[in-house]
């Protein structure tokens, strides 16, 4: 074989293998990039005293997919949540909620279903089957305790002053005039008790001149005796 038949066949051999490596690559993205039931997720929730199941979408491809929500009792189907609901995925992820004021525990299938150019991609549930929480939902509590003071005191005072009691004085008593009584006639004369009174306070008519009388006449006798007394001592010293 000539060398350039042989560099021909080499350089087909390494373009078919070139080509085969191509061909498993785009599948690998391909399949990367393809919506299966692994991109999707479920939860149970509250939104406030209601609750709530939210199924997510990761799938990056975007592929609509129909979800529809079934309450499950010893594996098998009770009743749909609502009304199937259509979700566009993305990287980041895409949501879509169903009311329901689920039970503790209570138990949920998702079902997904993804059709993209008539081809079905995804006709599967989320394994495994989604549980609602073990406590429900209740609303916020807002209400003041029974043991919290309110903010107005009870014995605030009222804005308008009781009245006080009735504590008039009593009227004053009415003049003797008013009782009919007539005052008599004022006298100038002064009566017999009220003289004798001033004759004791003044000391007229009482024995204070005699009193005196005879202190002045003891006062002369002693002052006497002492003048011969000294007199006789006198004469005795000579």
């Not at 609509?64 to 995925?89: C, I, K, S, W, Y």
């Not at 209400?143 to 107005?152: E, I």
């Amino acid at each position: 074989m000539s060398l350039s038949r042989r560099t021909a066949t080499r350089s087909v051999r390494a373009l078919g293998v070139t080509a085969a490596s191509a061909a498993l690559a785009l599948s690998a993205a391909g399949s990367a990039i393809a919506c299966e039931i692994g991109d999707f997720s479920a939860t149970a929730a509250c939104d406030g005293a209601k609750g709530v199941i939210t199924v997510t979408d990761k799938d990056a491809s975007g592929v609509p997919a129909e979800v529809t929500v079934f309450l499950e009792n010893n594996n098998a189907d009770v009743r749909q949540v609502g009304t199937a609901q259509t979700v566009e995925g993305s990287a980041k992820g895409v949501t879509v909620s169903f009311a329901e004021d689920w039970e503790p525990n209570a138990v949920y299938r998702v079902h997904i279903n993804a059709v993209k150019n008539g081809k079905e991609l995804v006709n599967a549930d989320i394994k495994p089957f989604l549980t609602a929480p073990a406590k429900a939902c209740k609303a916020d509590d807002t209400s003041t305790p029974s043991g919290t003071p309110s903010d107005t005191p009870s014995d605030t005072p009222s804005d308008t002053p009781s009245e006080p009691a009735d504590t008039d004085s009593p009227a004053p008593s009415e003049s003797s005039s008013d009782n009919g009584a007539t005052p008599g006639p004022v006298s100038n004369d002064v009566s017999p008790a009220a003289q004798e009174s001033n004759l004791a306070e003044t000391g007229a008519g009482s024995n204070t001149g005699l009193i005196a009388g005879i202190a002045a006449l003891l006062v002369v006798l002693g002052g006497g005796a002492v003048f011969f007394g000294m007199r006789r001592r006198g004469s005795s010293n000579r």
